[in-house]
C-alpha cells in the first residue's frame, strides 16, 4: 500500500481563463507542484540529493472546475509498480463536498543528477512512499 499525500489549492484571478474558471494548465501546474511536494516531504535525503524526476506522460480527466476564491483538495499517491526508471503517479483534485473534478495519471521517469541520465527505480527509493 502506498501512502497518500494531501495539500490544498485556492483558485486566485491569475488562475482563471475567459470561461470564468480554473485553466488547464494551472491544473497541470498543480498536480506537477503536487508531486513535487511528496517528493520533497517523504523521500529520503540522499535521493533528494542524488536524483531528480521529468514528466514523460501527463493524462488527465476533467469532470468539473473551481471558480475564483473557490479551494480544492488534492491528493496524491504512488502506483506499484514502478518499472525501470518510471513511476506512475495519482492525484485527484476534489471540492470542498468531496466531488471528484480532476484526476490524473503522471508517468515520471527519474533521473542521474551526476550523470543526467535515466536511472531504475529501486525499491528502497520508493519504501518512505509505502504505508
Request: aromatic letters at 10%; zero cysteines; a neutral charge.
Amino acid at each position: 500500500m502506498t501512502s497518500r499525500f494531501t495539500r490544498t489549492f485556492t483558485a486566485a484571478p491569475n488562475h482563471i481563463d475567459a470561461l470564468g474558471h480554473v485553466n488547464n494548465t494551472v491544473w497541470v501546474q498543480w498536480i506537477q507542484d503536487m508531486a513535487t511536494a511528496h517528493w520533497d516531504a517523504v523521500a529520503r535525503p540522499e535521493d533528494r540529493t542524488a536524483f531528480f524526476w521529468v514528466v514523460v506522460r501527463h493524462e488527465i480527466d476533467y469532470r468539473g472546475n473551481v471558480s475564483e476564491g473557490e479551494t480544492v483538495s488534492a491528493t496524491t499517491w504512488i502506483e506499484d509498480p514502478s518499472q525501470g526508471a518510471k513511476s506512475l503517479r495519482r492525484v485527484e483534485f476534489t471540492d470542498s463536498a468531496g466531488k471528484r473534478l480532476v484526476s490524473a495519471a503522471t508517468t515520471w521517469a527519474m533521473l542521474d543528477r551526476a550523470t543526467g541520465r535515466l536511472a531504475r527505480v529501486r525499491p528502497e527509493v520508493l519504501a518512505p512512499f509505502r504505508a
